[in-house]
């Protein structure tokens, strides 16, 4: 649970640019809608707003945005404590982002 936790937290942060909004009652997606149904786990896990953001803020001078040539897209967050490397979503299609990590 706590793994999974961690990796919508991510895709929290990682979807600065999609909304889920309520009116009259009813939600609905503002922004990417492929990152639409990524939106609405999180949600459900209620992890939502600012708070999360604020706690590990978006380093947009690092970020590698989606291409179609690359299939894939990466968000870098600076971590709260001192000292600490920033954290890495990278995310794309199912093989790509795999490829390129080094263990």
């Not at 609905?28 to 939502?48: D, F, H, P, W, Y």
């Not at 970020?63 to 179609?68: H, I, L, Q, T």
């Not at 990466?74 to 093989?95: C, K, N, Q, S, Y």
């Amino acid at each position: 649970a706590r793994l999974a936790r961690s990796c919508l937290a991510a895709v929290h942060l990682s979807n600065y640019g999609t909304q889920l909004l309520q009116e009259n009652g009813e939600f609905k997606i503002q922004g990417n809608m492929s990152e639409g149904a990524l939106v609405v786990a999180c949600a459900k896990a209620r992890l939502t707003g600012e708070a999360l953001r604020d706690r590990y803020p978006r380093q947009p001078d690092l970020e590698v945005p989606f291409s179609s040539s690359r299939k894939m897209m990466a968000t870098v967050h600076a971590l709260p404590e001192a000292g600490t490397f920033e954290a890495l979503d990278l995310r794309g299609a199912a093989e790509e982002p795999v490829t390129h990590l080094a263990v």
